[in-house]
């Protein structure tokens, strides 16, 4: 396959969003054309086919668009999944469904506000510590009764597609993380730091430009 036929994605290193794309394709081993972009000068290239002009977009080879991360990680689980991320007959995408939703809609507003609290300024920063302490409470729980993992004994599209937010929550104040009673959500965590998997997808690309060779992730 020549690189002008792959997926074009558009992704930034550390954004939790782009970070779970990434992870899907990685493990379902779809390769892409990847653009990494700077957040304050967004490629025109970019902005021309998605509107809402946030990463991860990612353009197919016929020019259908794909801009929400969770459907960049389905799009690619559903042409390969080697190692059952969806289950074993896709029987686990109810139950992802559910957690991804919760993260993104409940989970994630509070972790905004707590690691920029400075932004809302209408309550403290431990405010909003406590409600993302909520939902660590609520996957801690998950994590010690349901195997290691949130669904069960083995990693799955849950795990990848909240992972990164938990990172990024656990790393505004790491020494209070690692001092909370939390210890599945820490032992998980560290899991996924420490895996190959982590480190394929975190390597570092310099900004892309249209005149540059194609990067082949």
Known sequence: MSAPSLPILYSFRRCPYAMRAR???????????????????????????SHKATVPVLQLPDGQVIDESYD??????????????LGK?????????????TSDQEF????????YADRYPELS???????????????????????GYLLGERFSLADAALLP?????????KRWFETTSYHALQHWLEQFLE???????????????????EIIF
């Not at 960049?72 to 991320?85: F, G, Q, R, T, Y």
């Not at 994630?108 to 690691?115: A, Q």
């Not at 909003?128 to 009764?145: A, G, I, P, V």
Request: hydrophobic letters at 45%; aromatic letters at 10%; a neutral charge.
């Open 108 to 115: 994630k507003p509070w972790l905004d506000r707590y690691k």
């Open 165 to 173: 937010f938990i990172r990024q929550c656990a790393h505004v104040d």
């Open 23 to 49: 992870l899907a394709l990685a493990s379902a081993g779809v390769r892409v054309e990847l653009r990494e972009i700077v957040l304050r000068d967004k490629p025109p290239a970019m902005l021309a086919i």
């Open 89 to 101: 007959e896709g029987d686990l995408i109810q139950a992802v469904d559910v957690l991804v939703t």
């Open 72 to 85: 960049i990680m389905k799009w690619a689980l559903k042409k390969s999944d080697p190692h059952l991320w």
């Open 195 to 213: 895996s190959e998997l982590f480190q394929v997808v975190m390597k570092k690309y310099a900004p892309w430009q249209p005149e540059d060779a």
């Open 125 to 147: 920063q431990e405010y909003y510590r406590d409600q993302c302490e909520l939902w660590f409470s609520k996957l801690n729980h998950q994590l010690e009764t349901g195997g």
